[in-house]
């Protein structure tokens, strides 16, 4: 399988959001991923809906990995993140979880916090 990545950035950064099924594959790719930002959202969620596409242009243009984690497939990954509302972003840079951000927020907001961990 060959991964579609930013050709900009010189990285191996899918430029697509990676669904992810498990904590294992969550933790390998925080481990193998400078800055990740997990989107924990549902199907039936409204703002989750409306946050989708600004997760994809953040994939897309960012040298962040954007995981997609599907709370009700995953509750047990939600619940090890203390997710307690939809949709939940949570950012990790260099390994560690380093923001949590509950609902939708502007797309600018949202790249410059993760432009504040990949710029350096």
Do not use: H
Not at 29 to 41: E, H, I, P
Not at 64 to 73: E, F, L, R, T
């Amino acid at each position: 399988m060959t991964v579609d990545t930013a050709s900009n950035s010189g990285t191996d950064v899918p430029t697509e959001p990676v669904n992810v099924g498990s904590e294992t594959e969550l933790n390998e790719l925080v481990d193998d991923s400078g800055v990740v930002l997990a989107d924990f959202y549902a199907d039936w969620c409204g703002p989750c809906q409306m946050l989708a596409p600004i997760v994809d242009n953040l994939a897309a243009e960012t040298d962040a990995v954007v995981a997609k984690i599907d709370v009700d497939a995953n509750q047990q990954l939600a619940k090890a993140y203390g997710v307690r509302g939809v949709p939940t972003l949570v950012l990790f840079a260099d390994g560690q979880q380093v923001e949590e951000i509950v609902g939708v927020q502007a797309e600018e907001q949202l790249r410059e916090l993760i432009q504040n961990y990949t710029e350096e």
